[in-house]
């Protein structure tokens, strides 16, 4: 999609030039131009006020005098502040020094429900339905719901405000219901009131209600009904088994851990010290960890992970700790008879990206490179990471000579790779013995006689 | 300075006009001077409605943001807190409440704005702690559908696809119907509506039952809209997981656009002036406003990031050669005629600066690597290609722990491309998310199955190859220079939602039948009747305009596929864009996962 790169960067880069260019003409102090501070707010808009105002209101109740310009962009007075709206760093010492803790008594004196006759948001007068009432309330009225008593009415009440879609009067009628009516028979009627049960569930959670909340999940569970978003499915459960296991490992490890490190007796621990303690970590984060300080211990089999994941996470770890042999014996299989053959369930090519991300030493690095199969992938890894015999080999099992030829060049001079190259280029005789073997291969690869 | 609303085909300067009225009609119901104590979240959304100035003329003398503790020492006669109806801010405005120095005097008199509505739980949560009587003024301010553009609405409301998805809760589909009964009080009643989804169809009832019930609705504005398109987000859930490749689509997918807003790593953008500079480059992220204010945005914002390179240095060559100008002014009227152009020119230049600034930023990662790979697996997915298998690159880059949302929002895409994974494949991306990225993400993807986004294919059947081929989903041909298709948004994947609206305008929907029954929920046609006087005798040429809202959200990509078709030549329909909120494929995929608490030993 984007291929056109370089058509691209360079209109880009000519689009800058002009614009650099014009700097120096235009002189920047035009008032035109709307006024926008620093950070972009225009100035005027209501963020920016809000950094205004309260910085003025600040720095008089710090009690000296303004240092800070009123309406200037700039923030300097204020230390780590300049883009936040917080002003707790400025606030926060004055408040904890001068205020006393208040006694419930002080919350009646200073919050006196009195202010407002009750007559202007209650409406006792008239005798609503249900539908009328759910609508009233959608326009803001206030009404008392008191006046439903009988578990029919309830209900009706309850429908209506499903059906109107608002959770507001939703939730204020489940309010009203879960005050007046017992919680068996609340929750019998809400069982076949899905929606009415998740605002309720949801008013629970908000609230912070746990018992209720426990209660009516119980309730649900024993119907057998959805329990709306504890375990849901035995795939689940399986997880939170291996979730649990995980954990049970690792408070084992975190353990002996701690105690080793603290004893400073093992090596590994002193030269790698721990960066944080492995409980709670994800699966494949414990993984690493032993791999990294328990390789050669039995405990690595306790985790159960699929073959990918492992090999992935066990080269990351012995390569960070330069355990070449360690990641030689990763890929190593045997078969029956003895032979021993280099496997990467993952491809080569990713265990190279993964050695080179560890700073691998070439001659590491040039065994992998030449062990993946594309050969044009191979080629690539190999010129990138400077493998130059796997590039030549490469090249001349191509029987390609112009590109060999071309190569020469990039090779440092009078090195062995040079020679190397100028071996194969110029040994034409072995070269078309090369050639002819190369032609009876294929030819009896294709099966012609 | 709100021009740009006006420039559309609908004027939304009155929309604005009506909130402002509002607003102003509140803060003159608290007499004498103010301070305004603020839900920082609100201050966004607000700030596309007034600016401080509309505030200052109503004595407000000074804003705070909302935070526990004891409110500022403010020499004010009210203190009014605008806040979203939330417990947890009731919490905060009980303890400002509490902590009042009643001893002063004058005492401050205290009100509560609710935006968007009065709630009365909080009412209720405010009485348990006893300060509800505290508060002499408890209103709502109805902040339904704030002009974002000349043909751009948002509710903001970030949680509306997990309220209706997830929970079962309707509200923000409420507010949606309240919003579209303002708008039909403005713009007059809209007589055609059509629908796509099970959210959808709850609007439109909504919206019918509030005109019979309010009959006062009834008004006598002739029509500016024809007809409203609701579509649900479900059913199209594959658009939003896709990479926009839009300038304006990359600039959110990077950096993330916030009611008009970006913040932008500030090293590209240098002092102006030199000398000046270099002691102290800025360290906080430059802030800039993107609309259709900014005449160079509008004209590259829509473009294939592909085919900006070229409309910036083409600008800036006409730029350049009209600085030259300079030189060839001789006589005083010329030089005059110069200078009076200078403060256009200067914006032309700053605008110029900016964007390419910006360009080379998202440069930087559109040519990189990772994003290439990931977007040849996404367009993979979407043209069909694999997507039954395990994908090896999803499991590289779970093997090299990039972000989750990033692995969620690929394996999502598969999903949605191949109606649900094999059980085996879903089962096994479970599995590795949980065992790289923690087990306590079990409850997001619980979240996103329930969602739909990630199932197994229960049916056996995959019905996507169908409504791409019916559809044309999927174009090999396309042309990011000068389109000829709104495919070009996603560089060949046409968003469903759009050819939806696209198919309706013409020919129909009729046409469409058998695929529209594979996309969840039901598809309806509903009408308004008109008084006879109102009803539109059309011009012949004369385009219709056709509000289509995104219930659930909406991407930027979405928006630049539907002003493309309005400026179609002989398209015949103009588009203006509504939606729930706008987001992206990563602030969606957040919006499902399930906040994590800290482990409790």
Same mark, same amino acid.
């Given at each position: 999609?984007?291929?056109?790169?370089?058509?691209?960067?360079?209109?880009?880069?000519?689009?800058?030039?002009?614009?650099?260019?014009?700097?120096?003409?235009?002189?920047?102090?035009?008032?035109?131009?709307?006024?926008?501070?620093?950070?972009?707010?225009?100035?005027?808009?209501?963020?920016?006020?809000?950094?205004?105002?309260?910085?003025?209101?600040?720095?008089?109740?710090?009690?000296?005098?303004?240092?800070?310009?009123?309406?200037?962009?700039?923030?300097?007075?204020?230390?780590?502040?300049?883009?936040?709206?917080?002003?707790?760093?400025?606030?926060?010492?004055?408040?904890?020094?001068?205020?006393?803790?208040?006694?419930?008594?002080?919350?009646?004196?200073?919050?006196?429900?009195?202010?407002?006759?009750?007559?202007?948001?209650?409406?006792?007068?008239?005798?609503?339905?249900?539908?009328?009432?759910?609508?009233?309330?959608?326009?803001?009225?206030?009404?008392?719901?008191?006046?439903?008593?009988?578990?029919?009415?309830?209900?009706?009440?309850?429908?209506?405000?499903?059906?109107?879609?608002?959770?507001?009067?939703?939730?204020?009628?489940?309010?009203?219901?879960?005050?007046?009516?017992?919680?068996?028979?609340?929750?019998?009627?809400?069982?076949?009131?899905?929606?009415?049960?998740?605002?309720?569930?949801?008013?629970?959670?908000?609230?912070?209600?746990?018992?209720?909340?426990?209660?009516?999940?119980?309730?649900?569970?024993?119907?057998?009904?959805?329990?709306?978003?504890?375990?849901?499915?035995?795939?689940?459960?399986?997880?939170?088994?291996?979730?649990?296991?995980?954990?049970?490992?690792?408070?084992?490890?975190?353990?002996?851990?701690?105690?080793?490190?603290?004893?400073?007796?093992?090596?590994?621990?002193?030269?790698?010290?721990?960066?944080?303690?492995?409980?709670?970590?994800?699966?494949?984060?414990?993984?690493?960890?032993?791999?990294?300080?328990?390789?050669?211990?039995?405990?690595?089999?306790?985790?159960?992970?699929?073959?990918?994941?492992?090999?992935?996470?066990?080269?990351?770890?012995?390569?960070?700790?330069?355990?070449?042999?360690?990641?030689?014996?990763?890929?190593?299989?045997?078969?029956?008879?003895?032979?021993?053959?280099?496997?990467?369930?993952?491809?080569?090519?990713?265990?190279?990206?993964?050695?080179?991300?560890?700073?691998?030493?070439?001659?590491?690095?040039?065994?992998?490179?030449?062990?993946?199969?594309?050969?044009?992938?191979?080629?690539?890894?190999?010129?990138?990471?400077?493998?130059?015999?796997?590039?030549?080999?490469?090249?001349?099992?191509?029987?390609?000579?112009?590109?060999?030829?071309?190569?020469?060049?990039?090779?440092?001079?009078?090195?062995?790779?040079?020679?190397?190259?100028?071996?194969?280029?110029?040994?034409?005789?072995?070269?078309?013995?090369?050639?002819?073997?190369?032609?009876?291969?294929?030819?009896?690869?294709?099966?012609?006689? | 300075?709100?021009?740009?609303?006006?420039?559309?085909?609908?004027?939304?300067?009155?929309?604005?006009?009506?909130?402002?009225?509002?607003?102003?009609?509140?803060?003159?119901?608290?007499?004498?001077?103010?301070?305004?104590?603020?839900? =920082?979240?609100?201050?966004?959304?607000?700030?596309?409605?007034?600016?401080?100035?509309?505030?200052?003329?109503?004595?407000?003398?000074?804003?705070?943001?909302?935070?526990?503790?004891?409110?500022?020492?403010?020499?004010?006669?009210?203190?009014?807190?605008?806040?979203?109806?939330?417990?947890?801010?009731?919490?905060?405005?009980?303890?400002?409440?509490?902590?009042?120095?009643?001893?002063?005097?004058?005492?401050?008199?205290?009100?509560?704005?609710?935006?968007?509505?009065?709630?009365?739980?909080?009412?209720?949560?405010?009485?348990?702690?006893?300060?509800?009587?505290?508060?002499?003024?408890?209103?709502?301010?109805?902040?339904?559908?704030?002009?974002?553009?000349?043909?751009?609405?948002?509710?903001?409301?970030?949680?509306?696809?997990?309220?209706?998805?997830?929970?079962?809760?309707?509200?923000?589909?409420?507010?949606?119907?309240?919003?579209?009964?303002?708008?039909?009080?403005?713009?007059?009643?809209?007589?055609?509506?059509?629908?796509?989804?099970?959210?959808?169809?709850?609007?439109?009832?909504?919206?019918?039952?509030?005109?019979?019930?309010?009959?006062?609705?009834?008004?006598?504005?002739?029509?500016?809209?024809?007809?409203?398109?609701?579509?649900?987000?479900?059913?199209?859930?594959?658009?939003?997981?896709?990479?926009?490749?839009?300038?304006?689509?990359?600039?959110?997918?990077?950096?993330?656009?916030?009611?008009?807003?970006?913040?932008?790593?500030?090293?590209?953008?240098?002092?102006?002036?030199?000398? =000046?500079?270099?002691?102290?480059?800025?360290?906080?992220?430059?802030?800039?406003?993107?609309?259709?204010?900014?005449?160079?945005?509008?004209?590259?914002?829509?473009?294939?990031?592909?085919?900006?390179?070229?409309?910036?240095?083409?600008?800036?060559?006409?730029?350049?050669?009209?600085? =030259?100008?300079?030189?060839?002014?001789?006589?005083?009227?010329?030089?005059?005629?110069?200078?009076?152009?200078?403060?256009?020119?200067?914006?032309?230049?700053?605008?110029?600066?900016?964007?390419?600034?910006?360009?080379?930023?998202?440069?930087?990662?559109?040519?990189?690597?990772?994003?290439?790979?990931?977007?040849?697996?996404?367009?993979?997915?979407?043209?069909?290609?694999?997507?039954?298998?395990?994908?090896?690159?999803? =499991?590289?880059?779970?093997?090299?722990?990039?972000?989750?949302?990033?692995?969620?929002?690929?394996?999502?895409?598969?999903?949605?491309?191949?109606?649900?994974?094999?059980?085996?494949?879903?089962?096994?991306?479970?599995?590795?998310?949980?065992?790289?990225?923690?087990?306590?993400?079990?409850?997001?993807?619980?979240?996103?199955?329930?969602?739909?986004?990630?199932?197994?294919?229960?049916?056996?059947?995959?019905?996507?190859?169908?409504?791409?081929?019916?559809?044309?989903?999927?174009?090999?041909?396309?042309?990011?220079?000068?389109?000829?298709?709104?495919?070009?948004?996603?560089?060949?994947?046409?968003?469903?939602?759009?050819?939806?609206?696209?198919?309706?305008?013409?020919?129909?929907?009729?046409?469409?039948?058998?695929?529209?029954?594979?996309?969840?929920?039901?598809?309806?046609?509903?009408?308004?009747?008109?008084?006879?006087?109102?009803?539109?005798?059309?011009?012949?040429?004369?385009?219709?305009?056709?509000?289509?809202?995104?219930?659930?959200?909406?991407?930027?990509?979405?928006?630049?596929?539907?002003?493309?078709?309005?400026?179609?030549?002989?398209?015949?329909?103009?588009?203006?864009?509504?939606?729930?909120?706008?987001?992206?494929?990563?602030?969606?995929?957040?919006?499902?996962?399930?906040?994590?608490?800290?482990?409790?030993?």
């Amino acid at each position: 999609t984007f291929d056109d790169e370089d058509d691209e960067l360079s209109q880009l880069k000519e689009s800058k030039r002009a614009v650099n260019s014009l700097r120096d003409i235009v002189d920047d102090d035009d008032d035109d131009l709307e006024r926008v501070s620093w950070s972009g707010e225009p100035v005027g808009s209501i963020s920016w006020s809000i950094k205004e105002t309260a910085s003025s209101s600040a720095s008089s109740l710090e009690g000296r005098d303004s240092s800070l310009q009123k309406g200037s962009s700039s923030y300097t007075g204020f230390p780590k502040q300049a883009s936040s709206y917080s002003l707790s760093s400025l606030f926060k010492g004055e408040f904890c020094l001068s205020l006393p803790a208040l006694s419930d008594t002080g919350v009646k004196n200073y919050a006196p429900e009195l202010r407002r006759p009750k007559a202007e948001y209650k409406d006792y007068s008239s005798d609503w339905s249900p539908k009328d009432t759910v609508r009233r309330m959608q326009r803001g009225k206030v009404c008392s719901l008191e006046r439903f008593r009988s578990l029919q009415d309830k209900l009706v009440l309850l429908d209506e405000a499903v059906a109107g879609h608002d959770g507001n009067i939703i939730t204020a009628v489940l309010i009203f219901l879960k005050r007046t009516l017992r919680k068996e028979i609340l929750f019998r009627e809400l069982e076949v009131r899905q929606v009415a049960l998740c605002h309720l569930i949801h008013f629970l959670k908000e609230t912070g209600e746990q018992k209720l909340l426990l209660d009516l999940l119980r309730f649900l569970d024993r119907t057998e009904e959805v329990a709306l978003y504890c375990v849901k499915s035995s795939e689940d459960t399986s997880h939170i088994q291996d979730h649990y296991t995980l954990l049970e490992r690792q408070i084992i490890i975190e353990a002996n851990d701690r105690h080793l490190e603290t004893a400073g007796q093992s090596e590994i621990f002193r030269k790698y010290p721990r960066k944080a303690s492995i409980l709670n970590m994800p699966l494949v984060t414990t993984l690493f960890y032993s791999c990294f300080y328990h390789y050669t211990e039995a405990e690595l089999s306790a985790l159960q992970i699929p073959d990918k994941q492992y090999v992935l996470t066990a080269l990351a770890a012995r390569a960070k700790l330069r355990a070449w042999n360690d990641v030689d014996a990763l890929f190593t299989t045997k078969n029956w008879l003895g032979y021993t053959k280099k496997k990467a369930p993952i491809g080569f090519h990713r265990v190279v990206e993964i050695l080179q991300r560890n700073n691998a030493p070439v001659q590491v690095l040039q065994e992998y490179v030449r062990l993946v199969e594309d050969v044009e992938t191979r080629l690539n890894l190999a010129t990138k990471y400077k493998c130059h015999d796997v590039v030549i080999d490469t090249y001349r099992d191509l029987k390609d000579r112009i590109q060999l030829a071309a190569y020469r060049c990039k090779v440092e001079r009078g090195s062995a790779e040079e020679e190397k190259i100028d071996s194969i280029l110029n040994n034409t005789v072995r070269n078309t013995v090369y050639l002819l073997e190369t032609f009876i291969r294929d030819r009896h690869a294709l099966g012609v006689q | 300075m709100a021009a740009h609303l006006s420039s559309g085909r609908v004027n939304l300067t009155a929309l604005r006009e009506a909130g402002r009225r509002e607003l102003r009609e509140f803060l003159d119901k608290c007499a004498g001077s103010k301070a305004i104590v603020w839900d =920082e979240y609100l201050t966004g959304p607000f700030g596309l409605i007034a600016q401080y100035s509309l505030l200052k003329e109503h004595e407000v003398e000074k804003m705070f943001t909302l935070k526990p503790g004891r409110l500022p020492q403010a020499d004010v006669k009210n203190i009014i807190f605008f806040v979203r109806p939330k417990l947890e801010l009731m919490d905060i405005i009980t303890d400002n409440v509490l902590r009042e120095d009643r001893g002063r005097s004058p005492q401050r008199d205290f009100h509560i704005l609710f935006v968007p509505r009065r709630s009365l739980l909080c009412e209720q949560w405010l009485k348990e702690q006893g300060v509800l009587g505290s508060f002499i003024h408890r209103e709502q301010y109805s902040l339904d559908l704030i002009p974002f553009d000349g043909d751009l609405l948002s509710m903001e409301s970030e949680n509306a696809f997990k309220e209706c998805y997830l929970e079962s809760d309707q509200t923000s589909l409420y507010h949606a119907a309240k919003g579209l009964m303002t708008l039909q009080a403005l713009y007059g009643t809209i007589p055609q509506i059509f629908g796509k989804g099970e959210c959808a169809r709850h609007v439109a009832n909504m919206m019918i039952r509030m005109k019979r019930e309010f009959p006062g609705s009834q008004n006598s504005i002739f029509p500016v809209f024809d007809t409203l398109l609701l579509l649900d987000r479900n059913v199209d859930l594959l658009t939003p997981l896709a990479t926009q490749l839009t300038y304006e689509g990359l600039i959110d997918e990077i950096y993330g656009i916030q009611n008009t807003y970006v913040k932008l790593p500030p090293e590209k953008f240098a002092p102006k002036k030199q000398g =000046e500079g270099g002691k102290d480059l800025p360290t906080e992220p430059k802030k800039l406003q993107l609309n259709s204010a900014e005449e160079l945005y509008a004209e590259i914002r829509d473009k294939n990031f592909n085919a900006v390179g070229s409309v910036l240095s083409k600008k800036a060559k006409i730029i350049s050669a009209a600085f =030259e100008e300079r030189h060839h002014a001789k006589t005083v009227g010329e030089i005059k005629q110069f200078v009076s152009q200078l403060p256009h020119m200067q914006a032309a230049r700053s605008s110029l600066a900016n964007h390419t600034s910006i360009a080379e930023l998202i440069k930087d990662i559109t040519t990189s690597e990772d994003f290439f790979d990931n977007l040849t697996v996404e367009q993979e997915f979407m043209s069909g290609i694999d997507t039954d298998k395990v994908n090896n690159y999803i =499991e590289d880059c779970i093997a090299q722990k990039h972000p989750l949302i990033k692995i969620l929002r690929l394996v999502c895409l598969q999903s949605v491309c191949n109606s649900g994974l094999k059980q085996k494949v879903l089962d096994h991306y479970k599995k590795e998310i949980l065992q790289t990225y923690g087990y306590e993400h079990i409850l997001t993807l619980n979240n996103l199955e329930k969602a739909g986004l990630l199932k197994s294919q229960t049916s056996g059947r995959n019905n996507y190859p169908t409504i791409r081929k019916t559809l044309r989903l999927w174009m090999d041909d396309v042309n990011e220079q000068n389109p000829n298709d709104i495919s070009y948004v996603y560089s060949g994947y046409a968003p469903l939602s759009v050819r939806l609206a696209q198919l309706l305008a013409r020919p129909g929907w009729r046409s469409i039948e058998e695929v529209l029954k594979m996309l969840p929920g039901p598809h309806f046609e509903e009408r308004q009747q008109l008084p006879t006087g109102l009803q539109k005798k059309r011009q012949h040429g004369e385009n219709r305009v056709t509000l289509v809202f995104f219930l659930g959200g909406v991407t930027y990509a979405e928006i630049a596929a539907l002003r493309f078709l309005s400026q179609m030549e002989d398209g015949g329909t103009e588009y203006v864009i509504a939606t729930t909120k706008l987001i992206n494929g990563t602030s969606w995929i957040k919006s499902l996962m399930e906040k994590l608490e800290p482990a409790p030993f």
